[in-house]
């Protein structure tokens, strides 16, 4: 069982800098992909980036390549999203997703990830 904990979200301005971090419990966390996700309020739930289970490759949506980085330290069972020049459109509860084994690319269905965090608000003001 492996629990995700997000954290470090908060109000800030356009052109700010945030860093969340997903915190998950458990001993098997380096064998999970992390993918990072968002929900804007109205809108349905956005796929933001993902990290392999080594950490060697990541993958991102366009609208935060270049502004978004996506990292893991699993000594720490953490994964990071360390998010750039942020703007009002990047406003959302980020949400972090664990995949067993898993890859890059968007699972089809929500409930094809095995373990879900409870999500972190983030609002950018203009």
């Known amino acids: 069982q492996v629990q995700l904990v997000e954290s470090g979200g908060g109000l800030v301005q356009a052109g700010d800098s945030l860093r969340l971090s997903c915190a998950a419990s458990?001993?098997?966390?380096?064998?999970?992909?992390m993918h990072w996700f968002r929900q804007a309020p109205g809108k349905e739930r956005e796929f933001v980036a993902a990290?392999?289970?080594?950490?060697?490759?990541?993958s991102y949506t366009d609208s935060v390549k270049g502004r978004f980085t996506v990292s893991r330290d699993n000594a720490k069972n953490t994964v990071y999203l360390q998010m750039n020049s942020l703007k009002p459109e990047d406003t959302a509860v980020y949400y972090c997703?664990?995949?067993?084994?898993?890859?890059?690319?968007?699972?089809?269905?929500?409930?094809?990830?095995?373990?879900w965090g409870q999500g972190t608000q983030v609002t950018v003001s203009s």
């Open positions: 990290i392999s289970w080594r950490g060697g490759s990541t």
């Open positions: 997703a664990a995949v067993r084994w898993g890859a890059l690319t968007k699972l089809a269905a929500d409930s094809q990830y095995d373990y």
């Open positions: 458990g001993r098997t966390f380096s064998t999970y992909a």
